[in-house]
């Protein structure tokens, strides 16, 4: 489970993912319990202090640096959670990886308020170049606009943006470390190397789902 392996550098390299919840979070003050799904280290959890919230991630090492007092190591997949039992949700930059969202939205009670966003296809051309480059395959395709879409019966905000980084290493490391991706474990040969962190640069685009609603 790469997101097990990274968690000790997940707090300090997603500094991006971090602004993301703080983005998220703005104005967004529904009462009673709730649930982050994807929780990770607690990003939401500390943008809304003030809010009690479930702080749901598969990956036991993740919520060990979660700040929440209320922590479910589980599968977004399959929530151990009943139905129509929670009264908001959020979820930051997690979705993806599940690539479903009805558990989430099974949870909320009618009317409850939620707020997600959400990597989609076309996210991080720069690594894609950079892969091809070292003569790699092609990393796992994310789900794109239209899924999420059908799913949450939104259109949602679609927008892009642009990290810029000190180097093409400081640019991998933040995919890498945080359980993204990166070159893999393949070895390389410095020639090979070389061309990935041309192609790589010190420059990486998101484009990022941003839906908000009620439970219907």
């Given at each position: 489970?790469?997101?097990?392996?990274?968690?000790?550098?997940?707090?300090?390299?997603?500094?991006?993912?971090?602004?993301?919840?703080?983005?998220?979070?703005?104005?967004?003050?529904?009462?009673?319990?709730?649930?982050?799904?994807?929780?990770?280290?607690?990003?939401?959890?500390?943008?809304?202090?003030d809010l009690e919230m479930i702080a749901?991630?598969?990956?036991?090492?993740?919520?060990?640096?979660?700040?929440?007092?209320?922590?479910?190591?589980?599968?977004?997949?399959?929530?151990?959670?009943?139905?129509?039992?929670?009264?908001?949700?959020?979820?930051?930059?997690?979705?993806?990886?599940?690539?479903?969202?009805?558990?989430?939205?099974?949870?909320?009670?009618?009317?409850?308020?939620?707020?997600?966003?959400?990597?989609?296809?076309?996210?991080?051309?720069?690594?894609?170049?950079?892969?091809?480059?070292?003569?790699?395959?092609?990393?796992?395709?994310?789900?794109?606009?239209?899924?999420?879409?059908?799913?949450?019966?939104?259109?949602g905000t679609l927008q892009v943006h642009?990290?810029?980084?000190?180097?093409?290493?400081?640019?991998?490391?933040?995919?890498?470390?945080?359980?993204?991706?990166?070159?893999?474990?393949?070895?390389?040969?410095?020639?090979?190397?070389?061309?990935?962190?041309?192609?790589?640069?010190?420059?990486?685009?998101?484009?990022?789902?941003?839906i908000e609603g009620a439970k219907a």
């Open positions: 489970m790469r997101f097990e392996r990274f968690a000790a550098n997940y707090a300090r390299q997603a500094e991006f993912q971090r602004a993301q919840a703080v983005q998220l979070a703005r104005g967004f003050a529904p009462a009673g319990m709730g649930i982050d799904l994807g929780s990770g280290t607690g990003f939401m959890v500390q943008a809304m202090p749901v991630d598969l990956s036991p090492a993740m919520l060990s640096h979660n700040p929440s007092p209320n922590r479910l190591v589980a599968d977004g997949r399959r929530l151990p959670i009943a139905s129509q039992s929670l009264d908001f949700g959020v979820s930051n930059m997690a979705l993806q990886w599940m690539g479903d969202g009805h558990e989430f939205l099974r949870v909320l009670k009618p009317g409850a308020p939620y707020r997600v966003s959400i990597v989609v296809d076309g996210s991080l051309p720069e690594l894609a170049a950079a892969r091809r480059s070292a003569g790699l395959k092609s990393t796992t395709q994310l789900p794109g606009v239209e899924h999420w879409q059908q799913q949450f019966k939104s259109t642009q990290v810029d980084f000190d180097s093409p290493h400081s640019a991998l490391a933040s995919v890498r470390d945080i359980g993204a991706g990166g070159h893999g474990s393949q070895p390389l040969s410095k020639s090979r190397l070389q061309d990935f962190y041309q192609a790589l640069g010190t420059r990486l685009s998101y484009k990022i789902l941003t």
